[in-house]
């Protein structure tokens, strides 16, 4: 598989890095194109519809006649994998979706109910919230919670194996495949690239446990965001799922600053909840890129509710605008609440505190 023109540079020169800014540089986009086409001599015959057929066909390649799990996180990412997948191999695919107990409010329901109307795959859904909440405790740096979350993820692919399989459990069949929605910038931010520093530990690049028990099948590899949106259209997923806000695969986790606990993460369901219903009411959905909404767990701080004193978590939301997850600018709100909005409006910076009482 050739990857796209923006995925080739990333290998010209030195560091990855070299070319994620273009987006954001004074004719950024024109210089690139003018060193591939015209410098390079690289055509551009990229379209999200050849880019789709030789993925599947690499799939192909790979899997041969084998079984395949997919990670499905109710993401782009893992949808658009899936999807590509479900095209090689049929119902040799089984999705797989595990509730780790650090979804966004309604997330379950909203995979179980999208993404098999969509596509019509087999669906397996995995709760283990009390293993990773268990797993989670005591745990505060971010780093140790993406592995602990990554190493989580596995185990309960694993241990769905034998509801994959059914009765062909117990005849010896293997299911030898595991697909995941890596794209380009989670091997980048991990380090994978060459020249790149370790960012993060995406948890499906560098939290993965060494003795992984599958052969991995990642589609979307050297792929970035906006082409993974493309080929996602191109294969008729709809545009509630192909043009979802990313979300993390480690869920709210890693957006509890501190220790994750149950609490906590009914504090900032909540919240993020209500940031969402804000930007869809206002029309916003389509401007900004992503909205995380984060709590700062080991922080308390005054505010005024009414004419009360309050003494709560602060909670933060980012809105930022992107589109090929490698680099993303602050995206400005509206200084009001949208049509009659019950819910108070936030300090319209580019990043906007509220304060939440326990």
């Not at 990857?3 to 986009?29: I, K, M």
């Amino acid at each position: 598989m050739h990857p796209s023109p923006r995925s080739r540079t990333a290998h010209v020169g030195s560091p990855a890095s070299s070319t994620t800014e273009v987006l954001h540089s004074p004719h950024g986009q024109q210089v690139l194109s003018r060193f591939l086409h015209e410098i390079a001599g690289i055509p551009g015959e990229w379209t999200a519809a050849n880019i789709a057929d030789a993925l599947i066909e690499q799939v192909r390649e790979q899997v041969g006649d084998g079984r395949a799990i997919c990670g499905l996180s109710g993401g782009v990412d893992s949808a658009v994998a899936a999807a590509l997948v479900q095209r090689a191999i049929g119902d040799r695919l089984t999705c797989v979706f595990v509730d780790h107990g650090l979804m966004r409010e309604g997330e379950r329901q909203q995979v179980e109910r999208d993404f098999v109307a969509a596509t019509g795959a087999r669906l397996v859904t995995v709760d283990a919230s009390e293993t990773f909440l268990s797993e989670l405790s005591g745990v505060t740096d971010p780093e140790t919670k993406r592995k602990i979350i990554g190493r989580e993820f596995i185990r309960s692919f694993e241990g769905a194996v034998s509801e994959v399989l059914g009765e062909g459990a117990s005849k010896g069949e293997k299911v030898e495949f595991l697909v995941q929605g890596t794209l380009y910038p989670d091997v980048v931010e991990s380090g994978g690239g060459s020249g790149t520093a370790n960012i993060k530990s995406h948890h499906n690049v560098g939290g993965l446990p060494e003795d992984l028990q599958f052969e991995l099948v990642e589609p979307l590899r050297l792929l970035f965001k906006d082409e993974v949106r493309a080929v996602g259209r191109q294969l008729g997923l709809p545009e509630e799922i192909v043009g979802r806000q990313p979300f993390p695969g480690p869920g709210l986790g890693i957006r509890i600053i501190g220790e994750v606990t149950r609490e906590r993460l009914e504090i900032l369901r909540h919240a993020d909840s209500i940031a969402r219903e804000e930007l869809t009411s206002a029309g916003l959905d389509g401007q900004i890129w992503q909205c995380p909404v984060v709590l700062l767990a080991d922080v308390r701080s005054v505010g005024v509710q009414g004419d009360g004193r309050t003494y709560g978590h602060p909670i933060v939301l980012r809105p930022v605008s992107s589109e090929d997850a490698m680099t993303a600018d602050w995206t400005r709100l509206p200084t009001r609440p949208s049509n009659g909005s019950p819910h108070a409006s936030p300090t319209r910076w580019p990043t906007s505190t509220a304060w939440c009482s326990t």
